[in-house]
C-alpha cells in the first residue's frame, strides 16, 4: 500500500498483510467488514498521547496528587472511548464494487463503490484506498448507503483488477487507525495507449479500392455533434457547443460510404515493438471511427470484417487490448 501502517516497520507490515491475505475469503462483488477482518492500532499521535498519560500518572503515584489522578483517568477514558468509536465507524460496513468503463493505458480507471450501512448512523472521514496510492473520502451521514469512484492507474494493456483496497478510518480522534482489507472481485478492460499521431486513412481508402483520391482529413460534410472521447483530434472539436454546454464535444462528419479501408498489422513498421505497433494500430481505430468510415481491421491470429460504428470500434479496441493474451 502506498501508505504505510501506523508505527510499522516494513518487515512487520508485510508480514501482517500476508496474513490478512490468507485469511481473506475468494473475491467478490460485494464484502462486509466484521470484527475478523477488522484491524486497529494506534497512531503516532495516539502512542504520544498513551505515553503522556504514562508520565502523568507517574507524576501523580510520585506525589500523590489527587487532581493528577482525576486527570489520568479522564483522559484514558476519553482514548479509550476514542478507541471504540473508531472501531466501529467502519465496523458492518457492507462495500459493493461496480463495473468500470474501459480506458487507454496510462488513463486512470474509476471503479465505482457503493458503502452502505444497516442504518442511518453518522460515519464521517472513512477512505478508501488503492494499491497505487489513490484514494478517496466519503461520509456517511444520515444516508444508509454512499456511492464513489475509486481512481485506479493503468499501467499496461489488458484486463485490470482493483486488487486489495484498503478502507480506513482515524475518526473521531485520530488516536487510532482502524482499518480492512477489501478483496473485491472486478475488473476493467484496458486498451493501447493511442500513437500520439495521426495517419492519411482517406487515402489508404483510395489505395485499398485503387482510386486516385484528393479528399483530405477533416473536410467531409458535418453530420453532428457528439460526446468527446479520449483520441479524438483537437481540430474536430465543437468549440461553440463546448462554450455553452461546458462539457467537450466533438464534431462528426460523414465520409463517402463507398470508402472501406483496412488496418491491418502489416501497415506498421516492422522494427517497432509490439505495444508500438499496438499503439498505431488503435490510433487509426479511433481516426477511422471519427471519420465514419468502413474499416476491416488484421492482426496475427485474429481478422475482424469491415464495418463501423461504436460497437465494431470496441470490438477492435478489445481484440488490440488483449492482443498476445493468455
Known amino acids: 500500500m502506498a501508505s504505510s501502517l501506523p508505527l510499522l516497520p516494513r518487515f512487520f507490515e508485510r508480514f501482517i498483510q500476508n496474513w490478512a491475505d490468507k485469511r481473506q475469503p475468494e473475491p467478490h462483488h460485494q464484502v462486509e467488514i466484521t470484527r475478523h477482518r477488522l484491524y486497529i492500532l494506534p497512531t503516532r499521535h495516539g502512542v504520544a498521547f498513551f505515553i503522556m498519560l504514562l508520565l502523568v500518572l507517574f507524576g501523580a503515584i510520585n506525589y500523590e496528587n489527587s487532581l493528577a489522578f482525576m486527570l489520568t483517568f479522564l483522559l484514558g477514558s476519553l482514548g479509550l472511548l476514542g478507541m471504540v468509536y473508531t472501531h466501529q465507524n467502519i465496523n458492518h460496513l457492507k462495500v459493493r464494487i461496480g463495473r468500470a468503463e474501459s480506458v487507454f493505458a496510462g488513463q486512470n480507471i474509476l471503479f465505482p463503490l457503493t ?34 469512484k475509486l481512481p485506479i492507474i493503468s499501467h499496461q494493456r489488458g484486463y485490470v483488477s482493483p486488487r486489495r483496497i484498503k478502507l480506513f478510518t482515524e475518526y473521531p480522534l ?35 479500392l485503387g482510386k486516385n483520391t484528393s479528399k483530405q482529413y477533416g473536410v467531409d460534410e458535418f453530420s453532428g455533434i457528439r460526446e468527446y472521447q479520449p483520441g479524438d483530434m483537437a481540430n474536430h472539436m465543437a468549440w461553440k457547443a463546448i462554450a455553452k454546454t461546458g462539457e467537450l464535444q466533438t464534431k462528426l462528419f460523414n ?19 509490439i505495444e508500438k505497433r499496438l499503439s498505431i494500430l488503435c490510433r487509426m481505430v479511433i481516426d477511422a471511427d471519427a471519420q465514419s468510415l468502413k474499416y476491416a481491421l488484421h492482426i496475427p491470429g485474429t481478422n475482424i470484417a469491415s464495418a463501423s460504428g461504436l460497437q465494431h470500434k470496441h470490438r477492435c479496441l478489445k481484440v488490440l487490448a488483449l492482443f498476445g493474451a493468455p
Do not use: M
Request: hydrophobic content about 35%.
Open 115 to 148: 458503502v452502505t450501512q444497516a442504518g442511518r448512523q453518522l460515519r464521517p472521514n472513512i477512505k478508501l484506498e488503492s494499491e497505487t496510492g489513490q484514494s478517496v473520502s466519503l461520509h456517511l451521514i444520515n444516508e444508509n448507503s454512499i456511492t464513489c
Open 174 to 208: 485520530g488516536l487510532f487507525h482502524a482499518w480492512s482489507w477489501l478483496n473485491l472481485k472486478a475488473r476493467c478492460l484496458v486498451y493501447p495507449t493511442p500513437d500520439p499521431h495521426h495517419y492519411a486513412l482517406h487515402s489508404l481508402a483510395g489505395q485499398a
Open 255 to 273: 465520409s463517402d460510404s463507398s470508402e472501406e479501408i483496412t488496418i491491418s498489422w502489416a501497415q506498421t513498421n516492422e522494427t517497432f515493438d
